[in-house]
């Protein structure tokens, strides 16, 4: 035989394509499986996710609990909180997604003793968002109530996070949002960008100022219009569970979801998000609430109401030695509450010089 | 028929060499960074995710230039202050990478060529 010939020539030639294509598909699968082993900590059947903690996976995942999504969603059906199942992790190399495959329940005895996860009071669309304070990059007090009449779009991350698909991500995605909304100077002022770190230990001020500029391209300006925060455990737990955070400190690492929070301009929820979303649909969105919602003074009073005087007027506590009264319908009385004509200024005016108990009004 | 053997180790030969990086013999304390650069920076460093506000550099042959890619010396000293205490978007691994840890990346980047 000779190679020569062309007979033998196909040969050998489709010999070498097979190889190279084996070759191919040993050296560069874009689809890597991993084993993992973890407890169900709660599950979503309509969007077929389980949140699993489990232990460090190398390669894949670092220990945490984490949302999976899950081809099946008959699995999804069966899975309880508590169980412990054993599954393969898939994670696809080239679009960066990550799914499990062939979930198995391994012990179910755990299903009784299971937590209901911490979310005693989540906000949903429409809802007031309490006021909260937080210490910014700069060392200086914000609270959500300097953002009325802008629409806020928050998350939260904490700055040693390595996990690519999580915190960077997050971060890079609201760089970009930042970018795109300086173009637009109109959008730019009535928009702000609100970053809160869920590890105040570390997190300081200065971590913060740092890890900041490193997505603003070292531009302090950018500040103005995105602010990286933190607060104090306590309140930062209170935090997580009006906005569905979840987050756990393990290893001297956080175990964390991912959340996104649009406030109106109005001051309530406009939009969540805690899983597939793309930065333009985030900027569309702030968009959107800003240009329906309009711009008067009536929907910035309305967020300042909804921050400052609302848990007092609208949610009285009984403990309080006098009652705060409902501010509904204020000037349809004939006298205001401090007795004087509801001419509005002139009322208003008369109300913060003589309504002592309220300690808002009184330092304004 | 000869030939047509010989063809066909050349291939298989070939297919070992694309499916598996000749590896030069590594001592246990690079083997060490060798896993700690599989856990925690490969990810990053060798597929980075395309949404990334900067790209994180290749670390291969991180040694052979003088200088790092942000401009930095390329020392050990350098590369192990990086590691911990983090360097623009790049995260701090303070608190979970070790000084030890730290020497052993090192010692492995040395080797990544």
Known sequence: ?364 | MVRWGKLMAGSFLLLSLMACSPSEKLTNTEIQGQWLYDDHCAECHENPHPELRKQPPNLHGLFLAKALPSGAPATDEQVSKTIIEGRGTMPAFDKRLREADARELVAYLHKLK
């Open chain 1, 1 to 364: 035989m000779h190679l020569e010939e062309p007979r033998v020539r196909s040969k050998v030639l489709g010999t070498l394509g097979f190889v190279l294509f084996l070759a191919a598909s040993v050296g560069c699968a874009s689809t890597k499986k991993y084993p993992l082993q973890g407890e169900i900590v709660s599950k979503n059947v309509a969007t077929n996710e389980i949140t699993v903690k489990h232990g460090d996976i190398p390669g894949f995942m670092p220990a945490m609990a984490m949302p999976y999504h899950v081809q099946d969603p008959a699995v999804v059906q069966e899975l309880q909180p508590g169980d412990k199942i054993a599954a393969e992790g898939f994670v696809n190399k080239d679009t960066k997604e990550y799914w499990l495959e062939d979930v198995r329940i391994t012990d179910e005895s755990g299903r009784s003793q299971a937590k209901t996860p911490v979310a005693p009071h989540m906000l949903i669309p429409g809802e007031r968002v309490p006021n909260m304070a937080f210490v910014n990059q700069d060392g200086r007090t914000i609270h959500l109530s300097d953002f009325a009449g802008k629409a806020l779009l928050v998350t939260f991350i904490y700055t040693r996070c390595p996990m690519p698909n999580f915190c960077p991500r997050l971060s890079s995605q609201f760089a970009k949002i930042h970018d795109e909304l300086k173009k637009n100077p109109g959008d730019y002022s009535k928009t702000h960008l609100l970053t809160i770190s869920f590890d105040p230990k570390y997190d300081t001020p200065p971590v913060l100022r740092k890890y900041g500029l490193a997505y603003l391209d070292d531009d302090a300006n950018g500040f103005s219009q995105w602010d990286f925060a933190s607060t104090n455990p306590a309140d930062m737990a209170r935090i997580a569970q009006a906005f569905g955070l979840q987050y756990q400190e393990e290893d001297n690492q956080i175990s964390h979801t991912m959340n996104i929070v649009l406030i109106g301009p109005d001051g309530t929820v406009a939009k969540l998000w805690s899983t597939d979303w793309t930065w333009t649909e985030l900027m569309e969105s702030m968009q959107q609430t800003l240009h329906s919602s309009g711009q008067s003074s009536e929907i910035h009073g309305r967020a300042l109401y909804g921050y400052l005087c609302a848990s007092c007027h609208e949610f009285v506590n009984p403990d309080l030695r006098k009652e705060p009264p409902k501010l509904h319908g204020l000037f349809l009385a004939r006298t205001c509450l401090a007795g004087h004509p509801p001419l509005m200024n002139r009322c208003t005016t008369r109300l913060l010089r003589d309504c002592g108990p309220c300690p808002l009004l009184t330092s304004l």
